[in-house]
């Protein structure tokens, strides 16, 4: 038994992010925010927009003089089964590495995305379940469950919906008190391309990067938003991931200088790709040591570090440099325990902070900014490791500012309830995001406890709440910084700085 109960445990260690997307969450009661940093910052959203499901925001665009944002609606992903080993565990490991059907779509429940404006003055619907709104939640379909990336292009404003059981699909509107209405629908083509991740214009045309675990990430561009065509994957002259399916996000995208730079998240090492034309691509950050070394590369996957950083998040231009914030494999602790929830032992993994390059294009050269070993703050994570991704980035008053997911580890937690029935059971993540800004010199924390305990003014950790875990959006809009929180306790936060 001791050895079946060990076998599980290697197993979850190696498969446990993909648990996280099929198991029940222990509730906890709503909480007030706290923050002592009124005269700097304010909330102006109430929890949620009114809604504890709407747990995240997700896309963000200033479009006709508003600020909108799209949110991730979620009730719960669940199986309700027992842990029988025998059984369950041999079904699920067959339906995700044998069939690859998708075992999580009859455990899905939410009310659909949800996309809200802001004039600084009141928000208000426009795609939600409320009655004031132009359109239903999801646009009608509880599938449609996040509302991934706003942009902004030809004077039409395009939403990109994350749907993970019929492949994403793409929205636009000329007008925000109008319909909107439907351009792409089942994951351009491919049902695998679950959503769009992120979208950057370059050469007059609007291209888009998707998520997909089956062949690695696809890309797409349009001229008119109609009519798409594949760049890389689909028919395109690039295969699906530039080559190989780890690469499965398309998480980060720029164009700087005379190239469209393109980062991408594996779990086997982050890579980086260029294009001056959007067919043919050239690898930045790639392959292994030996065929970087061939290429001419600087550095191999991962920037030399393999899987230790494996996404490249965040892109953003400035002061004609090209900074990139990365991603780390996520921590988590795995607690067997007995039906009184007395704990029987634990298996715990490391945890790392995310890194933060910079390019300079004219003369070919990388720096790290963040990175490496130790507790100061140009360290790994700004010297702490639960700073895990650097998840937003925008400049702002001639500064670069960087929003951390900053979280405890997944507590995933084996009930044991009899002979070979366990329950498996994730806590609510808890974790309070920083924010910190680089003015090409320095990098200062904006929030964060460190900066709170020297001056009040400025909000701790997660503007005080426990559960604000990660700081998902960050925007300049009217001379003022917003930044938008994930928290599955209350739902998602809007905060404002810049407060006359």
């Known amino acids: 038994m001791k050895l079946k109960i060990l076998a599980i445990a290697m197993i979850l260690t190696v498969i446990g992010s993909t648990f996280i997307a099929s198991a029940s969450t222990i509730e906890k009661p709503d909480k007030e925010n706290i923050s002592n940093a009124e005269p700097l910052w304010q909330q102006i959203n109430e929890d949620g927009f009114g809604d504890k499901q709407n747990f995240a925001t997700r896309g963000i665009e200033v479009y006709d003089d508003y600020l ?3 949110i991730w609606n979620f009730k719960n992903l669940v199986f309700n089964k027992p842990w029988r080993p025998r059984s369950f565990l041999r079904e699920f490991l067959y339906e995700t590495f044998v069939n690859k059907t998708d075992t999580t779509r009859k455990y899905v429940v939410s009310n659909g995305c949800e996309i809200w404006c802001y004039n600084e003055e009141d928000w208000r619907p426009l795609v939600a379940g409320s009655e004031e709104a132009i359109m239903p939640a999801g646009f009608g379909n509880r599938n449609n469950l996040e509302g991934s990336v706003l942009k902004e292009f030809k004077g039409f404003l395009y939403a990109f919906i994350y749907n993970e059981i019929d492949g994403g699909q793409v929205w636009r509107t000329e007008d925000l008190f109008e319909e909107w209405e439907l351009v792409v629908e089942g994951g351009f083509g491919n049902i695998y391309n679950k959503g769009v991740m992120v979208a950057e214009i370059f050469n007059d045309e609007l291209y888009v990067g998707t998520m997909n675990f089956e062949h690695g990430n696809e890309i797409f561009r349009t001229s008119n938003g109609v009519n798409w065509t594949a760049v890389v994957g689909g028919d395109s002259n690039t295969e699906s991931g530039f080559g190989t399916k780890d690469n499965y996000y398309c998480h980060s995208m720029v164009a700087y200088n005379s190239y469209l730079y393109v980062g991408t998240t594996t779990n ?10 959007g067919v043919n691509w050239v690898p930045v950050v790639a392959f292994g040591r030996i065929k970087a070394k061939l ?34 494999l996520a921590h988590y602790r795995l607690s067997f325990m007995n039906r009184y929830f007395s704990t029987l032992f634990s298996i715990s993994s490391p945890s790392m902070g995310a890194q933060i390059w910079k390019y300079n294009e004219s003369n070919n050269k990388w720096k790290q900014l963040v990175g490496g070993i130790g507790q100061r703050n140009t360290c790994n994570g700004f010297g702490d490791s639960k700073n895990m991704q650097m998840w937003s980035i925008e400049t702002y008053d001639n500064c670069v500012y960087m929003g951390t997911m ?11 309830n009899g002979f070979l029935n366990w329950n498996l059971i994730f806590e609510m993540l808890k974790g309070s995001a920083e924010l910190w800004r680089y003015d090409g010199t320095t990098w200062e924390q904006a929030i964060g406890d460190e900066a709170h305990l ?19 959006t960050m925007k300049a809009y009217n001379n003022s910084l917003y930044v938008g929180t994930i928290n599955f306790a209350t739902g998602c936060e809007v905060w404002k700085l810049g407060l006359e």
């Open 454 to 472: 020297i001056n009040p003014d400025i909000p701790p950790n997660g503007f005080g709440d426990q559960y604000n875990w990660g700081f998902r």
């Open 295 to 328: 290429q001419g590369l600087a550095f191999s996957k991962g920037f030399g570090k393999g899987s230790l950083i494996d996404g490249i998040r965040t892109m953003i231009v400035y002061n004609d440099e090209l900074y990139l914030g990365s991603t780390r």
């Open 268 to 277: 086997k090492g982050c890579e980086i790709w260029r294009t001056q034309n």
């Open 406 to 416: 900053h979280a405890e580890s997944f507590n995933i937690i084996l009930k044991r």
């Open 68 to 70: 909108v944002v799209g």
